[in-house]
C-alpha cells in the first residue's frame, strides 16, 4: 500500500476532502485539493480551512515516506503549525512538502533517546503555479511506538 493509500484509508478528513496524493517520497510529498463547491468559500475558492487540511495532509505523507521504517519504535505527532495565506486561491489547488532537517540526523536524535522535532515546509499553489500559501508544520516522533 503506498502512503498515500494509507492516508486515505486511515484519515477520513483526507477522504471526506477527497485529496489526491500524487507524489509521496522521502525528499516530496504532492498533495492536490481538486475544485469542489462543497469546499468553498465566500468568495468562492478554496476554503482556508481546506488549503490547511490539504498543507498538513502533505506533510503527514512526507513525514511517513522519510520516518516509515521507524514506525515500530516511535509515534509521528505535529506539534504545531503556521500557516500565511498569500494570494487568492481558485479551482484546484496542490500542496508541496519538503522535510526542514535531514531524516538521518532526525533518527540520529531518536537513537539517542531524545524526542526529535522538525518542520515540514509546504507550498500550496494554484493550477497556474501561483503561490498561494505557505505552511510550515513541526513534527515529533514519540519513542515508543
Do not use: C
Not at 498543507?55 to 516511535?74: C, K, P
Request: without cysteine.
Amino acid at each position: 500500500m503506498s502512503v498515500g493509500d494509507m492516508l486515505a484509508a486511515t484519515v477520513p478528513m483526507a477522504r471526506t476532502l477527497n485529496l489526491q496524493f500524487l507524489e509521496t517520497t522521502p525528499e516530496r510529498a504532492v498533495v492536490a485539493l481538486p475544485d469542489q463547491g462543497d469546499y468553498h468559500n465566500h468568495v468562492g475558492g478554496p476554503h482556508a480551512g481546506a488549503m490547511f487540511t490539504l498543507g498538513e495532509s502533505a506533510s503527514g505523507a512526507i513525514v511517513l515516506a522519510a520516518f516509515g521504517d521507524q514506525l515500530s519504535r516511535a509515534v509521528p505527532l505535529a506539534v504545531r503549525a503556521e500557516i500565511a495565506y498569500k494570494k487568492l486561491a481558485m479551482g484546484p489547488v496542490t500542496a508541496t512538502a519538503t522535510l526542514g532537517r535531514p531524516a538521518a540526523e532526525v533518527v540520529a536524535e531518536l537513537d539517542a533517546g531524545r524526542r526529535p522535532e522538525f518542520p515540514v515546509s509546504i507550498a500550496i499553489r494554484r493550477e497556474d503555479g501561483a503561490v498561494t500559501g505557505e505552511m510550515t508544520v513541526v513534527w515529533t516522533l514519540r519513542p515508543g511506538g
